[in-house]
Structures are given as structure tokens and as C-alpha cells.
């Protein structure tokens, strides 16, 4: 079963994502152009690094602390998925 939770500040550290794979592989993306948004081929893989996490555990321990939030869904006690919205 999916259990969905609101994120606490303590709880963020990189072990909270031990188990969560950032991959993906990307071909198109939406760029604005001389005020226009199109969709143009810029073909990249977003896979994380290490400073990565430790950049985006800041930033996420920093919504909260500044009264947004961070929403998480784990299965099987995993993260799977979250979201963060800002104040």
C-alpha cells in the first residue's frame, strides 16, 4: 500500500532517498523563445549526483523552514515520490 505524508525537516538527510533512483531519460522540452513557449529536441539524461541530493536537501529543508511544505509517497517504507510547495 502507498502511504502519503507530509515531510518534516529532521527527516530529510540522504538517506531518505537511499532508495530512490533519479533517472530519466529526456528528448524534448519546453523552451521559451523570444516569448513564445515551444516544445524543441534537447535530448539529455537527469540522473543525480551526490551534490545533487545534498543541493535539493537544503533547498527542500528550506521550503519547510520558510512554511511550505514537502509531500511524500512511499511504498513498502521507500520513497517513490514527492512534491514541494512553496510558501
Known sequence: MVEYRI???EELCR???GDFIRHQIVTKCWRNENGKWIIK????VDDWTEKD???LITCLK???QTNGFVYAAFYDKKLK???SVES
Do not use: W
Open 41 to 44: 529536441d534537447d535530448p539529455f
Open 53 to 55: 541530493y545534498r543541493i
Open 81 to 83: 515520490g514527492f512534491v
Open 7 to 9: 515531510l518534516q525537516a
Open 15 to 17: 538517506k531518505l532517498f
Open 62 to 64: 528550506t521550503t519547510i
